[in-house]
């Protein structure tokens, strides 16, 4: 069955040309019994917004780690613009493209001025002192922090961290920037500030795949996908994958609190349409109070 899943994946390459490519997957960590991964094949395309949900143990965090070499499957092939994460020589190259972002801002940061942390990455890629000031400017607009070029980073808040530790990866021009969990110890401000940061790149031409325990975070996604156990349970547009409450249930999951409370009003008896977003909760509730 593997060779008809590899086949099926190679049809759907030539139709559409993925920046990423995950060939029938398997990983298990080293002290563990089961597989953190288990055949898990997929493709991402430039350009997309990805969001990968799940519970505790699903898998997203592992898989996340394979977009640019963190971690190499025990099996089947992770491919990034036509690089094999499993070729040593490849690596450089494969990270230069995929930039990562982690859950603590502090374990990124090694610099105690925002403008020297920004210049650590692109001064290891070997990049002239001349082009590092222009990223350094660029990175820190891009994400709304021109202000605070010479600030100390560990004074920031959450968000403001946050937000630095994304200049940090971008300031390397990544083609994407995959996002573990990056908003999970922020408050709703500070989760707000880098989402709103990361749409705005997304629409600049940079892909985005952010993993996150926060279902409204992927509500506005282009592409939901939800692990379980390993393995991909569900793929789709949020309207597709959260219009299925019970097989989301079923895996630990929650519906976003906007369509909960849409769930909630009509089983009160209030005559509700599907909605994504609060405005379009409040515009249900006024027409149907009219």
């Not at 977009?67 to 020589?89: A, D, R």
Request: aromatic content about 6%; hydrophobic content about 40%; overall charge neutral.
């Amino acid at each position: 069955m593997k060779s008809v899943a590899l086949f099926l994946f190679d049809c759907y390459n030539y139709k559409v040309m993925e920046i990423i490519g995950v060939r029938d997957i398997s990983y298990r960590y080293p002290s563990a019994k089961n597989n953190a991964l288990s055949h898990v094949s997929l493709g991402i395309e430039e350009g997309q917004f990805v969001a990968l949900v799940g519970s505790n143990g699903s898998g997203k965090s592992t898989l996340a780690k394979m977009f640019n070499g963190l971690l190499v499957p025990g099996s089947g092939k992770v491919i990034v613009y036509n690089m094999e994460t499993n070729e040593q020589k490849r690596l450089f190259d494969i990270r230069k493209k995929v930039g990562m972002v982690f859950q603590n801002p502090d374990n990124q940061m090694i610099a105690t001025i925002v403008e020297d942390d920004l210049a650590f990455g692109p001064e290891n890629l070997g990049v002239p002192r001349a082009e590092i000031e222009e990223r350094i400017d660029w990175a820190l607009s891009a994400v709304g922090m021109e202000g605070h070029r010479k600030s100390t980073p560990f004074k920031l808040s959450g968000g403001q961290k946050q937000r630095i530790a994304i200049a940090g990866v971008l300031a390397m021009k990544p083609k994407v920037l995959v996002l573990d969990e990056a908003t999970a110890m922020l408050d709703p401000k500070g989760r707000c500030e880098v989402m709103s940061v990361l749409h705005r790149l997304n629409k600049e031409g940079i892909t985005i795949i952010h993993i996150t325990h926060h279902m409204e975070e992927a509500l506005n996604a282009d592409r939901v996908i939800v692990m379980n156990a390993g393995n991909i349970f569900m793929d789709g547009t949020p309207s597709e994958v959260f219009s299925n409450y019970e097989k989301l249930n079923s895996v630990g999951l929650a519906l976003p609190t906007v369509q909960s409370v849409a769930d909630m009003l009509k089983c009160g008896g209030m005559s509700i349409g599907n909605v994504m977003t609060q405005e379009q909760l409040v515009g249900e509730i006024c027409q149907a109070l009219k």
